[in-house]
């Protein structure tokens, strides 16, 4: 999978591993740090898993197309403008 494909990484998220059927990125800035592991279930399916560990996110990552998104948050974690979470403690 390259990820530059279906989505603009903006400056402050990198890939970790790419293959043909996941992407691993590293997210951080001043606040804290998280990771986005990206699977391609079949073509044109993407689900997203991320943990990150961080009060806040600024990023400039961008997707292209829809993913499905899967979050584990820190109780205070702050989900950006235009974000669905569903999130649960522990």
Do not use: H, W
Not at 49 to 61: G, H, K, L, R, T
Not at 64 to 72: D, W
């Amino acid at each position: 999978m390259n990820v530059n494909e279906i989505a603009s990484l903006g400056s402050n998220v990198k890939p970790v591993i790419q293959n043909e059927n996941c992407a691993v990125l590293m997210l951080n800035d001043a606040t804290g740090e998280g990771v986005m592991t990206v699977y391609r279930v079949m073509p044109g399916v993407m689900i997203c898993f991320s943990d990150m560990y961080m009060e806040q996110c600024a990023s400039e990552f961008y997707l292209y197309s829809f993913v499905a998104y899967l979050y584990e948050l820190e109780s205070g974690a702050d989900c950006s403008d235009g974000c669905c979470c569903f999130s649960d403690s522990g």
